[in-house]
């Protein structure tokens, strides 16, 4: 049988691993290559039971290293990409924007050009709608909205996504950009609200709320977003963009009081602290592109997938202690401390 070669990056990070594990549970016809740093965010433990599969192979590199990604390239005759790779935390990217710059940029055209190479079949760019800006109570996100990043983080997506979209134009590049909304589910780092507010909550420490607390995330469960992904690889026509979301808006603050109360923990656990520097108000997305297009329809319901969602940090302590006993303390007391 032919395989579709996949490669895979940032593949040991929250996201990136749900899709390797999703798409390897239930596909034989693919041939994976998981390519990721492992920075402080990605773990290999994310991927147990992908692990031991024939088809599935993991190399430790760093996408902005040319010759590697060469190597990669030419070895497995990779025909598909899968761009995960990215520094992904705002927070952190207002702490110091290099890395960001240098692994979602640099790291990005290093892949566009092997891709350009070796001829691939198609490159998926996964993307943000942070790259959309911040939006006022009213309107959606559509794949028309003009760009208008406000974070490090988000401008480095957003140069990502039109470098991809300008290798489709020049060269003729298969490019396929996809959008989405705040994720949130199993193995997600606990740097993002909702892992954060959970291990907190449990630990009875305090919940630090940036602001008034009534930011508005449009969320949607991994499985979901990397369903989403699954349908744009088989069906998505090259040189489009697709926004992902499930409709799912809600403040902060009401996250956050969801979370004390499935844990059945004090309110007075909330904190609210000094403001996030140039904090985006609101994110909302439309759709309607690939439900209407493709096929696509997300199918895990908000409430039922965060109660999930706790129920698993409640029942996995060991994978989240390992993680914030180590370097995350560092960062935590850097970001929090006279915050
Ligand atoms: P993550 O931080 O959990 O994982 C990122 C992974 O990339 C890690 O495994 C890390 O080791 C790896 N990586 C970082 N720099 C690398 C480099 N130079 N070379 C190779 N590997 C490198 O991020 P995530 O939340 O899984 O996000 C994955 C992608 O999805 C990112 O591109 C992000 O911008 C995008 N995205 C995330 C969300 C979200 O809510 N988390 C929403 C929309 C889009
Ligand atoms: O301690 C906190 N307190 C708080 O109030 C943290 C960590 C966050 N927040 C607020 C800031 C945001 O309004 O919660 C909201 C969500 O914050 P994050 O989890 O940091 O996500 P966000 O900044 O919205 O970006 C996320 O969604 C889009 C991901 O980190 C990105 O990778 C993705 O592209």
């Not at 749900?18 to 041939?31: A, C, E, G, P, Y």
């Not at 290293?65 to 952190?92: G, M, P, Q, T, W």
Request: proline letters at 4%.
């Amino acid at each position: 049988m032919e395989f579709k070669k996949i490669l895979i990056t940032g593949g040991a990070g929250f996201i990136g691993s749900n899709f390797i594990n999703h798409l390897l549970s239930k596909r034989d016809d693919v041939f994976i290559v998981n390519l990721d740093k492992l920075t402080y965010a990605g773990n290999l433990e994310n991927l147990k039971p992908s692990e031991a599969k024939k088809n599935y192979v993991f190399i430790k590199g760093d996408i902005t290293n040319n010759e590697l990604v060469n190597y990669v390239f030419n070895k497995y005759n990779i025909k598909y990409v899968i761009n995960f790779a990215a520094e992904s935390h705002v927070d952190r990217s207002i702490l110091g924007s290099e890395i960001f710059y240098r692994t979602n940029v640099i790291g990005t055209n290093v892949l566009l050009e092997a891709s350009r190479r070796f001829e691939v079949e198609k490159f998926l760019q996964i993307s943000t709608d942070e790259v959309y800006g911040s939006l006022g109570p009213n309107g959606l996100f559509t794949e028309k909205t003009p760009l208008a990043p406000n974070s490090p983080y988000s401008s480095s997506k957003a140069a990502a996504d039109l470098m991809a979209l300008s290798f489709s134009h020049t060269f003729g590049l298969p490019v396929i950009v996809t959008r989405c909304s705040n994720n949130f589910g199993p193995y997600q780092f606990p740097e993002k609200l909702i892992p954060l507010m959970i291990i907190n909550a449990i630990n009875d420490k305090k919940l630090p709320v940036y602001g008034d607390g009534l930011n508005v995330r449009d969320w949607i469960y991994v499985l979901d977003h990397n369903r989403a992904i699954e349908t744009v690889l088989d069906h998505g026509k090259n040189g489009e963009i697709y926004n992902i979301g499930a409709s799912n808006e809600k403040r902060n603050i009401d996250i956050v009081k969801l979370i004390l109360d499935k844990l059945q923990k004090p309110e007075s656990l909330i904190e609210f602290v000094k403001d996030r520097p140039g904090h985006d108000r609101r994110y909302a997305i439309d759709s309607t592109k690939i439900k209407s297009e493709l096929g696509w329809k997300p199918i895990f319901a908000f409430e039922d997938a965060i109660f999930e969602t706790i129920d698993w940090y409640i029942k996995n302590k060991s994978w989240w202690e390992r993680i914030i006993s180590g370097d995350y303390k560092k960062y935590y007391k850097t970001l929090y401390e006279n915050r």
